[in-house]
């Protein structure tokens, strides 16, 4: 299969759209799913509070500035923190069937510690194992495979684990939702159709859908994919949703993206960029990983012309990454610079495109690195919007 259809075929699957190859008979495959969770159990959980768990993983970084001066960051969890965190996972399960089983493997735990780990520096942090649909579907699937892979029942698992967390967990408390890919999908359909114009939405201090497509009417906030819940405008905003996709802003979408692009008639997909929000171009806070950007990622290179090693987990360079929300025909993405300057001795190469077989698959942007390039932005943003939500009319 060619690397363009290929692609169009993973999306399609983090998209919710089931290709045909993913609808023939499922006894042509290994059985879809597992067990299903029970979430009253906390084995069934990757991560929960208090636990020496994937969210409690060493978020420690090199600050590299643009001098090449290297200081230690260190990472500290709140002790009592405030408001909640619930996270879904993106696509990353290398499980043999179609959907996973729920053992936690090394990749599920180390998505967690990339993208979620850093968020308790101010939030409990909630991430329920979930039967995903896997990489491996998706690798049968571009092989023209048939593999019953089946959405409703990842869907179905975060919903319970949400309903399980609000009765046993949260006990009136703020929640930031926070899902990438395939997760943030998922957390959209949640909101659509579990926290859109219901009580609970009172308790959303922001929803972080990251590289996925959240559709609102072109030139407004609100009135798309969520009703009543509009993108996040203001960092003091809440009940809201920040949402993009990235791609680097000397590559933009080529025709065939899916990402950044919706099908309704006269909408466009929501671009929110956690430096920015009222818009315009911002350096980032990014904390990006020291030595790559996982799964599909080209290996990082060194950070500074010395090659000197990094030993922390993460790297986070002052100055290095900008960003910008930009509408480029039918897409609206948040287009990423690097600030190369010549003086500078840190990298002027940064990694997160999605690559097969050692070839670059445009259409995908920065998909690797959606939350990393604006890791601390969407921590401090957190912060503030609980804040807010905490002072709000009414609070107890």
């Known amino acids: 299969m060619k690397l363009f259809a ?29 067990r299903a969770p029970d979430y009253t159990q906390d084995g069934d959980w990757l991560c929960r509070p208090g636990r020496a768990d994937a969210c409690a993983a060493d978020q420690s970084a090199t600050v590299i500035a643009a001098t090449g001066k290297r200081t230690a960051e260190p990472f500290v969890a709140a002790a009592a923190p405030k408001f909640d965190c619930f996270y879904v996972y993106p696509t990353v399960s290398l499980d043999k069937t179609a959907n996973s089983d729920l053992e936690a493997g090394p990749e599920e735990k180390q998505v967690a510690a990339f993208q979620a780990a850093r968020f308790a520096k101010n939030c409990r942090v909630f991430a329920p194992i979930y039967r ?25 698992d975060v919903r319970a684990a949400w309903y399980d967390y609000l009765r046993r967990d949260n006990g009136g408390r703020g929640v930031v939702l926070i899902g990438h890919s395939q997760g943030a999908g998922v957390l959209k359909q949640l909101l659509m159709e579990e926290i859109d114009r219901r009580p609970v939405a009172g308790q959303l201090i922001s929803a972080m859908l990251i590289g996925t497509n959240v559709a609102v009417p072109e030139g407004r906030d609100v009135g798309g994919d969520l009703k009543t819940i509009p993108l996040c405008r203001r960092a003091d905003q809440w ?51 020291a030595t790559g950007a996982g799964i599909a990622s080209a290996k990082q290179g060194p950070w500074t012309a010395d090659g000197a090693a990094v030993t922390t987990p993460f790297v986070k360079a002052p100055g290095l990454l900008s960003a910008e929300c930009v509408a480029n025909g039918k897409f609206r993405y948040l287009a990423v610079t690097v600030n190369a300057v010549p003086s500078d001795p840190r ?41 807010t939500w905490l002072k709000r009319p009414g609070a107890r």
Do not use: E
């Not at 692609?7 to 597992?34: H, Y």
């Not at 791609?247 to 025709?255: L, V, Y």
């Not at 990694?351 to 077989?357: A, F, K, Y």
């Open 6 to 34: 290929a692609s169009a075929v993973i999306a399609a699957i983090l998209f919710g759209v089931a290709p045909a190859a993913a609808q023939t008979d499922p006894a042509a495959a290994p059985p879809a799913v597992s």
């Open 347 to 387: 990298t002027d190469t940064i990694v997160g495109d999605v690559s097969v077989g050692g070839q670059v698959l445009a259409d995908w942007g920065l998909h690797l690195i959606d939350m990393p390039v604006v890791m601390g932005n969407l921590i401090t943003l957190s912060a503030t919007q609980a804040k």
């Open 132 to 156: 995903q649909v896997t990489l491996t579907a998706l690798q049968a699937i571009m092989a023209g495979q048939a593999v019953p892979a089946d959405r409703a029942v990842a869907y179905a």
């Open 239 to 289: 009940a809201c949703v920040v949402s993009y996709v990235t791609f680097r802003a000397d590559s933009p979408p080529p025709a065939n993206s899916r990402f950044g692009v919706v099908a309704q008639p006269g909408m466009v997909a929501a671009c929110t960029n956690p430096a920015m929000l009222a818009g315009g171009k911002a350096i980032t806070d990014n904390y990006l990983g």
